[in-house]
């Protein structure tokens, strides 16, 4: 039989709060993290607001790697996989001569840098490049890093380019792993930091929001940019049982699909045909869903063809449907692994965190969104969205351990 897969440790790094409890405590109250961005240059720009990550020293969690080695998104990884792997009640000894898996999503990698060494070019050549920052703007080291860290050789790292849903890949990577016996233990999730060239990026689409992220808002402007990362430790029922391990939740499964016909355009028949295909592989049936953590970007089309395929799913009255991104902001390659760090949260402390900076529900988005403040629940089953850019769909099932179907 597969191992039954659980998560044991999580790790954030979010603008919300850095740790679980800091994070915990900005779910329920519904913490915004808007601040106008001071990560590059934002002349021209007619608003540059965004949720960075303002209170965060490296220093307090890395400890092996010099600070110069590592971007901001590998620093983040880095340091939430220790955190994943403290919250687990382990540390790196524990893990070292055990076969593991370190997943970790990004859309952007260490674009930061990128931008810092397109910065040294001059005129077509380059001029005074910086060696340490060439050799650590490779998307690889997002996850190898950790490796490095924590001293994993028994490990294989691995970065997911999947853009916004990379996270919901990472997990659904580590639990494979897992569940046929590849691997003892895994660290998953995503990781990104705020990019000029991303932010101009969504910018220049017209789809970026001058004050706040309003998912399914009738006056929603679009996304926020956003940085952080989410890790979470996954390992085998048994494993944790064995050591009698805390568990915030069990992964029940996934589903992933492409969209297959727009780069940008979400497709509503494929998000629906990834949902079912996510409910299938967790054996769950809709009725049994109790909580929806939507992709939620607070775009006017994101949100209508999620709610529409939603609602194609679980018929004219779903389960209350959220997003995050509303305090959180567009984390990009890290927004499915926070959503899903939240949503093994909520199931563990019994509430729905909100959707916050809400007005008017869209009346074509025909959803509870828990507007403006959490609410107390018991969730047993919850599924995670994350959809991306060329179609990259990405769904993850979380259940309170024991409600297996």
């Not at 939603?310 to 890290?334: C, D, F, N």
Request: with cysteine; proline share 5%; charged share 20%.
């Amino acid at each position: 039989m597969p191992e039954r897969v659980v998560i044991t440790g999580l790790g954030v790094v979010s603008g919300i709060g850095v740790g679980v409890a800091e994070f915990t405590e900005g779910l329920r109250a519904g913490r915004n993290a808007v601040v106008p961005i001071t990560a590059f240059d934002t002349s021209g720009f007619d608003h540059a607001n965004g949720c960075e990550v303002t209170a965060f020293d490296p220093a307090g969690w890395i400890t092996r790697l010099p600070a110069e080695a590592l971007g901001r998104a590998s620093a983040f990884a880095v340091a939430a996989a220790v955190m994943a792997v403290a919250d687990a009640g382990l540390d790196a000894g524990d893990l070292r001569g055990r076969r593991g898996c370190v997943t970790i999503g990004t859309a952007d990698g260490e674009a930061q840098d990128l931008d810092r060494l397109a910065a040294q070019s001059v005129d077509g050549g380059v001029r005074a490049v910086d060696p340490e920052l060439a050799a650590r703007a490779g998307t690889y080291r997002l996850s190898a890093a950790i490796a490095w860290e924590l001293g994993l050789p028994d490990v294989e790292p691995l970065t997911v380019a999947t853009a916004c849903s990379a996270g919901n890949y990472a997990i659904g990577d580590g639990f494979d792993a897992i569940r046929i016996g590849d691997a003892d233990y895994a660290l998953v999730g995503g990781a990104d930091a705020i990019c000029r060239r991303s932010f101009a990026s969504f910018y220049r689409l017209g789809i970026m929001a001058p004050d706040r992220c309003r998912p399914f808002d009738a006056d929603r402007r679009g996304i926020l940019s956003a940085e952080g990362a989410g890790v979470l430790l996954l390992e085998s029922l048994t494993s944790a049982r064995a050591r009698g391990a805390p568990i915030y939740a069990e992964v029940l499964g996934y589903g992933l699909n492409c969209d297959a016909r727009h780069a940008t355009a979400p497709d509503q028949d494929s998000i629906q045909a990834c949902m079912e295909l996510a409910l299938r592989d967790a054996g769950v049936r809709p009725e049994e869903v109790d909580l929806v953590a939507a992709h939620g970007t607070g775009t006017k089309a994101n949100d209508l063809t999620e709610v529409r395929a939603i609602r194609e799913v679980y018929g004219a009255k779903p389960p209350p449907v959220v997003s995050l991104k509303s305090m959180l902001g567009h984390t990009m390659g890290a927004s499915a692994a926070l959503s899903a760090i939240a949503c093994a949260i909520a199931i563990t402390e019994g509430f729905i965190p909100p959707t916050v900076n809400h007005r008017r529900t869209d009346p074509e988005c025909e959803i509870d969104c828990v507007p403006n403040r959490a609410v107390g629940a018991d969730l047993r089953i919850v599924q995670n969205n994350g959809f991306a850019f060329s179609g990259n769909n990405a769904i993850v099932l979380l259940a309170r351990c024991g409600e297996t179907p």
